[in-house]
């Protein structure tokens, strides 16, 4: 037996040094685990360890602080923090209400706070909001449902995350197709990206384009024949040919394919595929949602559009199938999607049959007026990241705690708060709430305020004017909007961490020191 007089005292030394590192390394691994965003559905759903997140040198009182350290949200040096800690109960036949009222105000307590400070800072306590919920989505598997997307590389490489929270786990299949790929640098292989794709628990085949050069046009003039024979085959073409590269991927247990954009957004399957269940499979079908804007679709034509997802059976994708040349050789239209109406018009009898819940989403700017407005149902999301800004990945996060609660509104009566979960918390000037028709959406994005409302009353109705906002630098703020910004699981103590921030940009914009306000929810998981 060593006693420690059997050992030199140098490798005593050492030996409590190694010790008192382990320590130190195994209290930060238990406490200060942060996610990075763009892995936190991932790991949540696979159970994965988390990476470590380096969140300063001092640990603070309240792992609320800890967490909003590792978020990088540039806050001001103090900013107010209020929080509220939901303990939801599962309600399995909850009764679906475009607002929810709850009595007693959403704000019980807002302090100053600052993340300097931290170690020191105690906050005040987490008052519980006990909250009916539906029931999360029961977890199943989809294997009737083969996807395809036409892309970039780079553009599907950045597209991961979102791909992964719909997909991960669920064995829907998904095809993409790199439509750059003769482009692409030696480094870059169809392989590594699948591999990627599959590490992340999504069945992804990756193949390179059907076709090299664009398919010929009956009106091209010789000038155009041998341009095109030196050019790569277009995404809007490969898009359309989508439905053949599909049905060569179809299995007997295949029902339904769905021909995507690279950012079509489904918060959840589950929904998808229940209402895909209600239309007949076996018949040829073309299931879609055309744009909700007027414009786009005298542009276009009435026609399904694959931002929004379109569905078509197998009866019908074999139709069109042996047609797709011939379509594409005399079609007047050059983009994908209105290709392929075009050709379930001219080659099948086939119409386009309106999925409620699917959204083509053509608003540019600011589109909160329509994630506040109950969208409902709600399916697909799209144009998020490119025509306006909204990060889907953690809206959705709650989805997997309690379903179709996503987006659903509670009204405070207390404080004259509107909380509409994963997307914002609202708190309204005296007498200004009572005022507005929440069961009219808020006409926010460009052009919703144009004419008779820019054209957006076919996809939204009716449309109310847009409020002002404290902070807009419109100095009529009516409101005070926290928006969210991240949400993470913390699997150690079954928490779900949403936050919501608003940023003091007229201050900012003048140069004065702003202050932030941050608003944290925590669920129960
Ligand atoms: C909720 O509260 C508002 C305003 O106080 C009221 O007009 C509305 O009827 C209430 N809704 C329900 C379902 O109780």
Redesign the pocket.
Known sequence: MLTHRGLPRGTLVLLMFALALFILTASKLNNGIVLRPESMIQDWLHGQNPEEHSVGNQKCKDPSLDFLRSLDLSLTETFTFSRRCVKPIITPNLQR?S?T?ISGPFFTHETETSLSSCPSTVLPPCDTLPLSVPAPYPVQQYPHLLFGVASTYERIESSLPAFTHWLSDTSAHLIIVISDFSRLPPHLTLESLETQYRSHGIHATIIPPSIAHPLPRKTETAFQTSRRLSSPAPVEQLHFLLVSDLLQHATPRTQWLGILDDDTFFPSLYPLSESLSRYPHAEPLYLGAPSDNWNSLAAYGHQAFGGAGIFISLPLARALAPNLRSCAYESASTTGDSLLGDCVGSRTAAKLTVLPGLNQHDLHGDASGWFEGDPNPLLSIHHWKSWYRAPAVSMAGVAKVCGACLLRRY?F?GDDTVWVNGYSVSRYSEGVL?KLDLDKMEGTWEGAGDGEGGGYELGYGTLRERLGEEGDGSGSGRRKRWKLVDARIDEDIKKFRQIYVWKDSENEKKGRKGKDGVVEIIWDV
Do not use: H, L, T
Request: avoid cysteine; hydrophobic fraction near 35%.
């Open positions: 209400a607002i009222n009204r009566q009572d």
